[in-house]
């Protein structure tokens, strides 16, 4: 960063002219030349046979003289010559300006702004030059301009509140050089960061302070403050927020909710704000009577009836409403009725709290659409943006669906901003559909450390883009390491193929252990291409094939366990996994569920055969006015082999990461005919069930940490290896511990604490464990 010295700052001025009157300069000159033979009529107008100009460098005469607007011969008023001086002055060229009659000449003397010489930036810190420099217009080599640089000093000081330094000031003076030359710099105090000390509500019964905090975009200061950004007041939030705490609300069943009021006030110091939200919360309501109703001839409202998913009793919202009319005119599409809308009236119920919903299927307006523009995207390709509609030109305008498209489009994840309308087209029975996009960065790339009580220190290195080469695909690279294990995959996807919602996957594998928990080394390699497509509004399927070779080796001579298994196979087969998630329409925002089931088929050649199943449901609801979360997780899989094989240790299931309270490999079927190694041998079969709540344990949520509780059971059975002994058995182990859980900026750090309530007598125990990731 050059800094500029030696030489005295003078501070930006409007041009020196202005300070003196065009008009009291015109009358003196005036006055010396031609007093004794002037009249007082006289005195009111001028004739110049000349106008001469003075001073110009760079401004070539006649553009001076076209700004004075003045010709030869012509009969000036001494307000015309007024008004000629502040043309020329407005036209932001001239440092100062002069206008001198002389006899029947006019002089115009006019002395040329200066020549930027090097615009410079002192006492930045927290943003650098080069960001600086792309925020304003005053520019090396180009023309000094006071205004311009007083704007541009205004501009800095708008991109330091936006970090929530609310006290920064910029003060922009020029040093003067030779030949007619200036340096400009912009003298920056950027003071403190102005901090949300303290958010809070008024009026709120139905939800704590804590609650709806983590509602909002605005966060309020904790001790990582130094690290977390939103914490900073950014007036421009409070719109927003306002907006998420009414969506919030109506999610909820309350319809009345009114948010009043969002104030953010500066401390006496300056140095900290203080937030506050005032609602009327209303009371919560609940669907009542529904019924479907048709006023188009020939239309069966039965049939749209039977579509519909809304039920008496459910707590109210406006996403039950907008799914069901969604299915009502998909239908409609299906059944060739085009321009049918369905309309639903809510009558409200006060004194049971209640809103009946009629669902009417009405005959819309006969509008179609002309076209779709998209602007804004620069990198994203157009028919990215194009496939989220389920329209095209010359479809009939359905405004719902173009609702519903915008959220798609923000949903994807490349915009910073999408704004999607119509507008008329050019006819009265057509629109156009303006898409206005504007992209953030999708890619990352990270490098960093890991720590598990089991693996030890890793590095770790990610590359990952979700809109690659603006196509909309994914593409991923991941390699970790630890103290005796190398794990890295490739994954790509493309989420549109032939241009439907039809995701082609391409994942592949590497991962090697090195007497990891263990007295072997394994090596595995696998590559898997998949196919997955909706099968229902919340469920998807997955087709795929994978091909791997696993290799065993330095196993122990102690152990004939595996021994019998040491070498590399390959193996090749199909499969596929169903996929339930209700998350998808988001219906309700308290609950969750989430199903799946998947099998594979190995023996497609190679030397592997077994068929492999897989079973996992997820239950999530919240309770205590949102405060807790508790969860249900069941997950079970079974590997049978057939034609003569026999699984191998690099096949079968370990209860890693499914039962906690154990070290990797530390439970399940086990060597135990060597004395020495006793190693895990894996289980052909397991089942394991988790009961868990998250909680807050008093502190400020903006910290991010809370508590949590889980009971863990399950088993790991069925090594299929005769010579594990009574290993092999259904043994069940539980497990119960506490969980501190926080929420850091650098990386998710987890601390559990287990007790084993049953356990064999030659399960690895570990009762204390944490994890942290730290990206940089």
Known sequence: MARLSGAKQDHVAKPRSVMRPALISILLSTAMVSAPFLTEAVAQSYSFGAVKIEGNERVDAATILSYAGIKRGQSVSAGALNDAYNRIVASGLFEKVDLVPSGGTLVIKVQEYPTLNVVDFQGNKRIKDDTLSGLIKSKSRLIYSPSQAEQDAADIAEAYRVQGRLAASVDPKIIRRSNNRVDLVFNITEGKVVENEKISFVGNRAFSDRRLRQVLQTKQAGFLRQLIKADTFVPERLEVDKQMLRDFYLSRGYVDVQVLDAQGQLSRERNATFVSYSLREGKQFKIGKVSTVSAVEGVNAADFAAVQRARSGVVYSPAIIENNISRMENLAVKK??????????????????????????????????????????????????????????????????????????????????????????????????????????????????????????????????????????????????????????????????????????????????????????????????????????????????????????????????????????????????????????????????????????????????????????????????????????????????????????????????KIRGFEVNGLGPRDLTSGTNNDALGGNKYAVMRLEADFPIGLPEEYGIKGGTFFDIGSVWNSGNSAAGTTDSAHVRSVIGASILWDTPVGPLRFNYSDALKKESYDKEQKFDLTISTSF
């Open 336 to 657: 060739g009725l085009n321009f049918v809308r369905i309309e639903p009236r809510l009558v409200r119920n006060d004194r049971d709290q209640t809103l009946d919903v009629e669902y009417v299927i009405t005959r819309g307006d006969k509008v179609f659409i002309e076209r779709i523009d998209i602007e804004g995207n620069t990198t994203t390709l157009d028919q990215v943006v194009r496939r989220q509609f389920r329209s095209v030109e010359g479809d009939p305008f359905n405004p719902r669906e173009i609702r519903q498209a915008a959220e798609r489009i923000r949903a994807l994840g490349f915009f910073s901003d999408a704004k999607v309308d119509a507008k008329p087209g050019t006819n009265a029975d057509q629109v156009v559909v303006n898409v206005d996009v504007v992209e953030k960065p999708t890619g990352s790339i990270s490098l960093g450390a890991t720590y598990g009580s089991s693996a030890g220190f890793g590095l770790t290195f990610g590359f990952s883009e979700t809109n690659f080469l603006g196509r909309g695909q994914g593409l991923s690279i991941n390699l970790s390491t630890g103290t005796n294990t190398v794990d890295s995959s490739f994954s790509f996807v493309e989420p549109a193929l032939l241009g439907r919602d039809l995701k082609l996957k391409l994942g592949a594998g590497y991962a090697e252990t090195n007497n990891s928990n263990a007295y072997y080394d394994t090596q595995q390699i696998n590559i898997t291409p998949a196919l997955e497509f909706p099968i229902a509004e919340q469920a998807r399927l997955e087709l795929r094939y994978k091909a791997f070779r696993d290799t065993i080796s330095n196993v122990d001579a102690l152990s004939p366990s595996l021994t019998a298994e040491e070498g590399g196979k390959f193996g090749s087969g199909v499969g596929y996994t169903y996929n339930f998630d209700n998350r998808i329409t988001g219906l309700n925002p308290n609950s969750s569920l989430i199903l799946r089931f998947g099998q594979d088929f190995v023996g497609l050649g190679g030397d592997v055969k077994y068929i492999e199943t897989n079973a996992l449901a997820v239950a999530e609801t919240k309770i205590m006015k949102e405060e807790v979360a508790v969860r249900a997780i069941f997950e079970a899989g079974m590997i049978n082999g057939f034609g003569g094989y026999s699984t191998r240790v690099t096949d079968r299931f370990f209860g890693n990461g």
